[in-house]
């Protein structure tokens, strides 16, 4: 019969067994398994609660344990329900029965909380890492194209002139709040829960500070029923995975516009675009889409532990198995995502003829008239209303505001003289010389800074 049915008069129903088997995917965890068991084992005899012998006995066996998976050597059942008892049955085929000392002072409860624990602080520094890699890619092509105007658009209207380069570090100031969230998570994701057991905390004198130390953990966990029952740290992850996503989404959204025949700012490298099994001529950006079209995914597994969580009374429950595949699935998407769009930003080339002729149009410096007005006494909303018939008039006669006269201009105030034609994009970009605008001068600084920071913070 299967391992732990002793209480039982039969083994349990195929269904039954396949329905509650975690195997399939939490075989994932095998090296978060043997590291924490390695640990366990060696503080077992550290304690003299079993002895230094059989600790070593049972730590050659977890070594040998993980080369045989690591080679595809390993069988792993179904029967045998998890990772863990897949791991602990071996080391006991291998080891004879001191195998059976290893689950002393422990029960499956703390250990999958253990396990995910290890596997999620490590997956946090690699999407950290990758984050300031795609952080790099933008301040690259920021940096590349530092003279490149676009329209900066409200509600998708174009608005105000806006240097490329501040439009990309918008996205960077996203990324780096994205990190500070990820590294807050972390906080609470670096807390060793061994020494719960299965709810009340253990019996033996264990030495939890050891264990600690050993799995490279900053503290212990203070309540044994709280310990094996959480998963704050698996829904706050998924939750800055969520917000990222939409970042990207955001930006995936943008690349999807821009190269666009309709807006042409950008043409996205063939590496990443795909083209139409029907339509020969097409170049889509696949690649984009499906970032923002993973985000709902993401978005999905977020709300999936939520609901896992709620209305689960204390402590350990089964349910909590359900918090796996939504955090292994989370993880690679956000990983893979974050190496293609990092490429993919790298590669992109910007149509700088496109974006000068965007800003040309469609009456952009009419804040900056209005601020014109102002410097010469007018208060601001008549300035603003000014402009606003000026604009009207210029539509109807379907001319640009530089190509009106000056004669033209004074109809709306006499305010207007000769110098409303030094009013230019270059001019409306210069005007804006503040901390946090896109002003050219404040845009370089902002630029520096970025790179710095990125240095200095990783
Ligand atoms: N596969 C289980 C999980 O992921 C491991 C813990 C099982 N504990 C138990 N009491 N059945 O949650």
Redesign the pocket.
Known sequence: MEPLRDRFSKGTEDSARVYSA?IPF?RRLYREDIRGSIAHARMLGKQGIISEKDAELIIMGLVSIREEIEAGEFIFKDEL??I?MNIEARLTEKIGSVGGKLHTAR???DQ?ALDMRLFLKEAINNLVAGISGLQEALLQQATVNKDIVIPGYTHLQRAQPVLLAHHLLAYFEMLQRDKGRFRDCMRRTDVMPLGSG?VAGVSYRIDRKFLADELGFSRISENSMDAVGDRDFIIEFQSCASIIMMHISRLAEELVLWSSAEFSFIEIDDAYATSSSIMPQKKNPDMAELGRGKTGRVYGNLMGILTVMKGLPMA?N?D??ED?EGLFDTVDTLEMTLKVFTGMINTIKINGEKTRAAVAEDYMLATDLADYLVKKGLPFRQAHSAVAALVRYALEQSRQLNQLTIEQYKTFSNLFGEDVFDITVDQSLVNRNIEGGTGPEQVSLALEKAKKRLKESG
């Open positions: 975690s939490d329900e998890d863990h029960s499956r409860n999958v299965a350990y089964r909590l198995q796996k």
